[in-house]
């Protein structure tokens, strides 16, 4: 029994031979294989088998079992980049199944409404027709001529949009129509591609598109221009209605879809306006369009016209056609005249209208002249309404006429202009239009104090921040990278120091 609880049958199979237990690894005296009688492993039973040579039982356990963890995560990482290729390859199977089902949804979409929007838009051109009939003020603004919008029965990307969002409603009796002021250059990609609301700034009354119920109000928004869109609004987006001023229409932010419609063109002067497709735009015939479109804002002197910064091919063009290094000449005078504000102590005026103002002063002061002096139509700062002021000279004080009502007075003031700490140098900005303009004497006396203090290393930085004369917005000026940012849309434009042969 002793004997047997020390020894035993060789592991191998083939062998009838005795080994003992206490010795571990050794060789079988009979089949010359080397074996362990204690864990019966034998020599080249397996590839890891040989492994046992130097090791007690215990260590060579452990070392099958840390063999058999490596082989276990192994495996698990193989099956987890296998899992994850698989998700790949169905992810971009879902993409591109969603892809072809909604460009067949687009193409199903226009097969199926082609006939069902053609009868709705020329029902909405007729209607907007008899609207602008009767709410024309043409004692005012004089006859005008009316033309449909173009692209509509193209479907372009204002159309879709519209459509989605109408849905199977194509009822003109569910919406209604309002005026749309804008310059000349912006009428073509209104009609093309709608109202971006990426576009917004200023927002006096609240986030939206802003529509006038008046024609001589949008008038004061064409800049100059002949040129008026009539729109027609779904009233399902539940507007907010300001008395007597606009409709400010809450449109998707994501500029899916939108409640709004360039139905009509009106023309003035026997003006026709420019209605290329996509205008200043890219076509976008799909109802999901490029996030990458050209973003501005709506009541600017910018209206509609593309930032440059927005997509590189136009910021490219625009800075190649502007010209290299060229002064511009800004209406100047010795003197600057400042308003009253309500948050600010005084608020100067802009260039063009403070040149109005001492042009009316020394007419006034040497010539005998009236005391009183018109400034010209102003975009009142509360409201951003264009409305006609006049600066009394005696009283120095501005105040607003509607027929022989006198309302609020604000006190004024003259004061001599302060040097340019850079004389020779004029800072400008490139417009929506792609044209270099010089910015108003104000900012160009702050901003070349912020870039001198900048550059001698004793200022707080190239970062600055400055409100433009007679406007809410505030911009921020990175001098190191020569770009304005408006703070309140989040646009961008580049900016540049000219004169005496610089340019950067």
């Known amino acids: 029994a002793k004997s047997a609880s020390l020894h035993c049958r060789c592991p191998n199979s083939n062998c009838d031979g005795v080994v003992a237990k206490a010795k571990g690894w050794h060789e079988c005296p009979s089949c010359l294989l080397h074996v362990c009688g204690k864990c019966g492993v034998v020599a080249s039973s397996s590839p890891v088998a040989d492994a046992h040579r130097g090791r ?19 495996k698990r990482k193989e099956d987890e980049v296998r899992r994850q290729a698989m998700a790949r390859m169905a992810e971009e199977q879902r993409r591109q199944e969603e892809e072809r089902q909604r460009r067949a949804a687009v193409e199903k979409f ?21 609207w602008a009939g009767a709410e024309w003020e043409r004692d005012v603004l004089g006859p005008y001529t009316i033309m449909p919008n173009p692209h509509l029965n193209k479907l372009c990307p204002a159309a879709v949009r519209f459509l989605q969002m109408a849905g ?3 009822d003109v009796s569910k919406g209604f129509f ?27 009354h609240g986030p939206g598109e802003y529509f006038s119920m008046k024609s001589t109000v949008s008038k004061s928004y064409c800049r100059g221009g002949s040129h008026f869109v009539i729109t027609f609004i779904l009233s399902c987006c539940s507007p907010t209605l300001v008395p007597g001023f606009c409709h400010v229409v809450p449109n998707p932010v994501d500029w899916s879809k939108s409640f709004c419609l360039p139905v009509a063109i009106v023309s003035t002067g026997g003006a026709k306006p420019a209605l290329a497709e996509g205008g200043y735009l890219p076509a976008c015939p799909l109802p999901n369009p490029d996030p990458d479109h050209i973003k501005e804002t709506f009541v600017t002197d910018q209206d509609r016209l593309p930032s440059p910064l927005a997509a590189p091919a136009p910021l490219q063009a625009a800075l190649q056609a502007a010209a290299p290094s060229q002064w511009i000449e800004l209406p100047s005078v010795p003197f600057q005249w400042f308003w009253r504000g309500d948050r600010c102590p005084w608020e100067p005026y802009r260039d063009e209208h403070n040149c109005r103002i001492e042009q009316a002063y020394e007419l006034y002061s040497w010539h005998g002249g009236p005391s009183e002096g018109d400034i010209g139509d102003v975009s009142r700062l509360c409201d951003d309404v264009m409305t006609t002021y006049f600066v009394d000279f005696k009283e120095m004080a501005q105040h607003r006429k509607l027929e022989a009502e ?3 007075t604000r006190a004024v003031k003259r004061e001599p202009k302060p040097e340019t700490p850079s004389s020779a140098v004029q800072w400008q900005y490139l417009d929506a239009a792609g044209q270099w303009q010089p910015m108003q ?15 001698k290393g004793t200022g707080p930085g190239s970062g600055i921040q400055m409100r433009v004369p ?10 190191s990278r020569c770009v304005q940012r408006n703070l309140a849309s989040n646009t961008s434009r580049p900016i540049r120091r000219v004169g005496c042969g610089i340019a950067g």
Not at 58 to 74: I, N, P, S, T
Not at 117 to 129: P, S, V
Not at 441 to 455: E, G, K, L, P, R
Request: proline share 4%; net charge negative; hydrophobic share 35%.
């Open 168 to 170: 199977g409603e194509l």
């Open 406 to 408: 006198r309302w609020r």
């Open 56 to 74: 007690s039982c215990a260590d060579y356990q452990a070392y099958l079992d840390r063999l058999q963890a490596e082989e276990f995560e192994r």
């Open 178 to 204: 309002a005026w749309h002021g804008t310059p000349d250059a912006a009428v073509g990609p209104i009609c093309w591609d709608g109202f971006d609301p990426k576009r917004r700034a200023g927002q006096v």
């Open 470 to 479: 007679g406007r809410p917005e505030v911009y921020e000026l990175d001098l």
């Open 441 to 455: 004497s104000a900012d160009q006396f702050f901003v070349s104090q912020a870039f001198d203090a900048y550059t």
């Open 110 to 130: 226009k097969r199926d409404c082609t006939m069902a929007r053609k009868q709705f838009f020329d029902r909405c051109f007729a209607e907007a027709q008899k």
